[in-house]
């Protein structure tokens, strides 16, 4: 029997996950052998905030860890906490800003944990200044299977350490994690707004505006054709200098069924996105905003995901290298526009030349691009392998967190690390992504 | 400053409630059963920036129960508020076939209440101030056949509670009786609970604090709970006994 049923944030592929959950860590050994005795293989899972099958096991058994959401100890002086895998970005925000400090890198959402963060060494909007989250997490405390606790740092079990950060939860279950935290005066942004016509002008914007931001990120209408093809509006930010260091109230919507109003695609999405991009000045604009608004938009609907329906969505996310980004990008908007279906939601995002620590993480220097698709065969037959062969031609690859199409030759040419990290997996882990990719 | 115990401080509920309260200058007794899980929990309400201290209890040993209170207020010198959290949902049908297991379940959670109680009122009097939060539940308001040995033991702690408010309203201490509906903590695992009535432990917390500030006697949380039993206790007998509640 089971804790809970768990799902990925994508609900597709459809394979609902039986949860069996640790409450301290002074069990998550024993848990840890009980499951594996019991389904042969598991994997750790966080929030589930991962969109494809990265985050489900190959046994469809994962080990449930949200509740290991502790802090161990915190040095306010200097910015450093250390805290159980379990805990989300969410609740160190709560106990960080009041003090003057904040997330040196967060993803779209911070209904993530420290533990999943680490597995797919995740990325902001500020890659081009701090690089991926391994890069601030110092050490972090490991279990496995046949070694038991295994503290790793680049200097301590630096092989274990590099496989981890990226690692897709394979190389061992992550029980604790020290983070570096970034200082700041104030919880509100200094944020730049401008609306931009074509795709030449984003990266006229990009290359004005991400010297002189911490933040930046655009939005493209994925919808647009004809004259108004290529339109978006890029955002900047910087931490403001002054203003309060208040926490925002939580959520307070939510999405309480499966409502598929988003699952056809087509009409209802397009005029979201024209509406987006109207909504917004045809000038520049700098406004005081709000940290939750600027980060984490989507996090103000609760199960936003429902709005696909049961059949679930795809986020399809490459990055691809500058050389080669401008046309690549060009004929990838063009490839979806002319499928018909349009992405729902797209994200453009400059990556910076920051090493990660990680053998598998997924930015390299080059432009990003995440578009969102309700899931349809046509998907998986006809545009994505279309996507794939410009990413590969481009010399870009695909996030594996965000996954459920990639081929196994187009991973391993992606990652060519795989084989480090797969001989260093524990015996007792795997996921479904996995085995897709490597079998 | 504020002097906080919790009794089953290992609690989710309790949990949830004690970060709301963890800030600099807050100082914490936490009691339970497991010293590394303690542990834990005071680490982590350190690193808020309370200061926390742990006891071990063994909840059958009574004996040993006064030595809780009197290290606590040798300790904190003063209570603000008390929380006692500590509960187990047994399995019915078990209690059922072994009326051992179903008075030992009985007596952790209405007998050692009572007993944790009727001591902790005696050294709260006279300070003639602070609150005390007791973790009852729905369940007490109306014997169900799928768990009336829980929800009698909860029946007996509300209704001692409801005597002990009026007894120490006289000395300027609060009682507040919180009766939770379902709640997402280790105690409802692997219940086939619809997600909808599933509460977060931290929305619990919060309603805890703010009836503590308002002086509430009993609270029903989510507040929907309070309609719902309602409901459940106006049902007459003879259509009650063929529901399977
Ligand atoms: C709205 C939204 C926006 C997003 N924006 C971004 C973004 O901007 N940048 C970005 O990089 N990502 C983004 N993501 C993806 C998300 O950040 C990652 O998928 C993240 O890893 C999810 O964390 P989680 O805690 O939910 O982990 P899960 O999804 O549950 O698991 C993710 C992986 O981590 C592993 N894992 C989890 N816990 C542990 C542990 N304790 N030890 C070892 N392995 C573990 C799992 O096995 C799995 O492989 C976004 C996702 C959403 C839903
Ligand atoms: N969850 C719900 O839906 C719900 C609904 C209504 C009321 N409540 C009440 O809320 C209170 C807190 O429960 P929770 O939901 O927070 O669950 P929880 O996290 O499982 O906490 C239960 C607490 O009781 C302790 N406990 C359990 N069995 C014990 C025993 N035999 N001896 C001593 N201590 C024992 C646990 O200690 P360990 O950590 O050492 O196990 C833990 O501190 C309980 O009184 C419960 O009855 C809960």
Request: aromatic fraction near 10%; proline fraction near 5%.
């Amino acid at each position: 029997m089971s804790d809970e049923t768990l799902t990925s944030w994508g609900a597709y592929p459809h394979f609902p996950q039986s949860g069996h959950m640790c409450t301290w860590r002074s069990r998550l050994a024993e848990n840890f052998a009980d499951v594996v005795a019991r389904h042969g293989t598991t994997l750790p899972f966080g929030k589930g905030r991962s969109y494809g099958d990265s985050c489900l096991a190959a046994s469809d058994h994962v080990l449930s860890l949200r509740r290991l959401d502790r802090l161990i100890s915190a040095d306010w002086q200097t910015g450093t906490i250390v805290a159980e895998a379990g805990m989300t970005l969410a609740d160190v925000l709560k106990v960080a800003i009041p003090r003057g400090w904040f997330l040196p890198v967060t993803p779209g959402t911070k209904f993530v944990t420290l533990g999943g963060a680490v597995a797919n060494d995740v990325h902001g909007k500020n890659h081009h200044v701090r690089g991926t989250f391994g890069r601030h997490v110092r050490t972090f405390g490991l279990l496995r299977s046949d070694r038991g606790q295994v503290v790793c740092s680049a200097n301590d079990d630096a092989d274990l350490y590099a496989a981890t950060i990226g690692g897709l939860g394979l190389t061992g279950i992550i029980e604790w994690v020290e983070l570096q935290l970034i200082p700041i005066r104030s919880s509100q942004l200094t944020v730049t707004t401008v609306r931009f016509n074509t795709l030449d002008d984003f990266f006229a914007l990009s290359d004005e505006l991400d010297g002189k931001n911490e933040y930046t990120v655009a939005w493209i209408d994925g919808f647009a054709r004809g004259a108004s093809k290529g339109r978006g509006v890029f955002t900047a930010a910087n931490h403001a200098d002054t203003g309060d260091l208040s926490v925002a109230a939580g959520k307070n919507l939510a999405v309480p069924f499966h409502l598929p109003v988003l699952a056809a695609g087509g009409a209802l999405p397009r005029l979201f996105n024209s509406l987006y991009f109207h909504k917004h000045a045809a000038h520049r604009r700098v406004d005081p905003t709000g940290y939750e608004p600027f980060f984490y938009p989507l996090d103000g609907i609760g199960h936003w995901n429902r709005l696909y329906g049961r059949h679930g969505f795809q986020q399809f996310q490459c990055v691809i290298p500058h050389k080669t980004a401008q046309p690549a990008l060009q004929h990838i908007l063009e490839t979806t526009a002319r499928s018909g279906g349009g992405s729902c939601l797209s994200v453009l995002k400059r990556c910076g030349d920051l090493a990660s620590p990680g053998l598998m993480s997924f930015p390299m220097p080059g432009i990003s691009l995440a578009m969102d698709f309700p899931q349809t065969n046509t998907l998986d037959k006809v545009v994505f392998p279309q996507l794939d062969s410009i990413v590969r031609e481009a010399g870009g690859r695909l996030y594996p967190a965000k996954d459920a199409h990639m081929t196994a030759e187009d991973f391993r040419r992606f990652y060519p690390a795989w084989s480090r990290v797969e001989a260093t997996r524990d015996p007792a882990l795997c996921s479904r992504f996995w085995k897709r990719v490597t079998a | 400053m504020s002097k906080v115990l919790i009794i089953g401080a290992t609690s989710a509920i309790a949990i949830a409630c004690a970060r709301e309260w963890a800030k600099e200058g807050t100082a914490f007794f936490l009691v339970g059963r497991n010293a590394r899980d303690l542990d834990d929990v005071r680490a982590d309400l350190a690193a808020r920036g309370a200061t926390a201290q742990t006891h071990v209890l063994d909840f059958a040993a009574t004996e040993t129960y006064p030595a809780v209170f009197e290290q606590c207020f040798a300790a904190l010198g003063r209570v603000d508020i008390a929380l006692i959290a500590h509960g187990s949902l047994p399995d019915q049908k078990q209690c059922e076939a072994d009326a051992d297991i179903a008075m030992r379940e009985f007596m952790l959670n209405a007998g050692s209440v009572i007993r944790l109680l009727t001591l902790l009122a005696a050294r709260m009097e006279p300070q003639k101030s602070g609150a005390i939060a007791v973790l009852s539940s729905v369940a007490g308001d109306r014997g169900r056949p799928t768990n009336y040995l829980y929800g009698s033991a909860k029946a007996a702690v509300t209704t001692f509670c409801d005597g002990l408010r009026a007894q120490l309203f006289k000395s300027g201490i609060h009682v507040l009786t919180v009766k939770p509906g379902f709640v997402d903590t280790p105690m409802t695992r692997g219940l086939p609970i619809p997600g909808i009535l599933l509460a977060q432990p931290r929305t619990v917390a919060r309603d805890i604090l703010a009836a503590l500030k308002s002086r509430k006697g009993v609270l029903y949380t989510p507040f929907f709970w309070r309609p719902i039993m309602w409901i459940i206790r106006m049902i007459p007998d003879g259509v009650f006994k063929k529901l399977n509640l």
